[in-house]
């Protein structure tokens, strides 16, 4: 081999050598963030690996994380409770990660966000978030639609964002709080609800857009994923069901109800996951939400667990 193209092959391996190991103490070096929303992850993953069966558990987005009351619910059913919600940017790979630690006697209650179902890009989730996510447990990464060609582009989006995140730190003299506001990462009680929004007032109606909550067709993976999910739970002796989301009546008018009554009649034909509210009582008053559609303040918190609560009782009453 000629010199100088030993001497090329030997510059490139010292620079992939130092690249690589540049890109380590990133990883190595910037912890996780415990201030961060997602870092409550931590504590809803301890809870499930740790919590005896038999349990109920919540999951979905952002509308259970901040609008369903474990905690009231454990003390109202006298079974251990745990909000396993966080994000709709997540997709659906916390529910990938949920049945990892379903256990014989379990009850899982979904609650997806309304345009997951009109969307794929959704339903799979978004590179940014699931990079904070993964961040807080690297294995999650196997929760991935397809591990092996996103992980690259996951780990990359990490780095991105490690690096950020410590230029703002540093901009900002060193917290980021101002930034985050109330979502916080500290703020999330022993039930894995999130409570960081409980004493703020609730946001002037017209500053939550008054969108329609999906589109007028649904996609079929969706169904075909909660499907494949409810048919594996029950092969582990785990009863499923499914919560519509919390539901803005403004946004629901917007939505028409010809295409709100749509969804529950296409939810029932394509899934064999009973619904536990049914339609006429889903959407709530728009003094109930705290800062977007699916957001429910303190008081419509309360109000949609203790409807979910007399519903799950309802339905366990007449199932006897």
């Not at 745990?82 to 709709?88: E, K, P």
């Not at 060609?149 to 990490?158: D, G, K, L, R, V």
């Amino acid at each position: 081999m000629p010199a100088q193209v030993r001497l090329f092959f030997i510059s490139l391996l010292q620079v992939i050598v130092l690249t690589t190991g540049m890109i380590a103490l990133v990883f190595v070096a910037i912890k996780p963030d415990p201030n961060h929303y997602f870092a409550g992850s931590r504590l809803q993953l301890e809870l499930l690996k740790n919590t005896p069966s038999p349990r109920i558990i919540l999951v979905g987005g952002s509308n259970v994380s901040f609008g369903l009351d474990a905690e009231l619910m454990q003390r109202a059913l006298g079974v251990p409770v745990i909000n396993d919600g966080l994000h709709a940017g997540l997709g659906l790979a916390p529910l990938r990660e949920l049945e990892e630690y379903l256990r014989p006697g379990d009850v899982v209650i979904i609650s997806l966000e309304y345009n997951m179902f009109s969307y794929e890009s959704i339903m799979q989730g978004d590179r940014a978030f699931l990079s904070d996510w993964i961040e807080y447990s690297p294995r999650r990464v196997r929760y991935l639609s397809d591990p092996w060609s996103e992980a690259s582009a996951i780990y990359a989006t990490m780095l991105q964002r490690k690096v950020n995140r410590e230029v703002n730190r540093y901009l900002l003299g060193g917290s980021l709080d101002e930034m985050r506001s109330i979502f916080l990462g500290t703020k999330y009680d022993a039930n894995g609800d999130f409570v960081g929004h409980l004493q703020e007032a609730s946001t002037t109606p017209r500053k939550i857009p008054s969108v329609p909550y999906f589109a007028s067709t649904f996609q079929e993976d969706i169904f075909t994923f909660l499907e494949h999910f409810n048919q594996r739970a029950q092969e582990k002796g785990v009863e499923v069901y499914f919560e519509p989301p919390a539901s803005r009546k403004r946004n629901c008018k917007i939505t028409g109800e010809a295409l709100m009554a749509k969804f529950f009649e296409t939810f029932e034909e394509r899934s064999s996951i009973p619904v536990l509210t049914p339609f006429d009582g889903v959407c709530l008053p728009d003094k109930y939400f705290f800062d977007t559609p699916y957001h429910l303040n303190a008081e419509g918190r309360q109000l949609r667990t203790q409807r979910l609560i007399e519903n799950w009782l309802r339905r366990n009453a007449s199932s006897k």
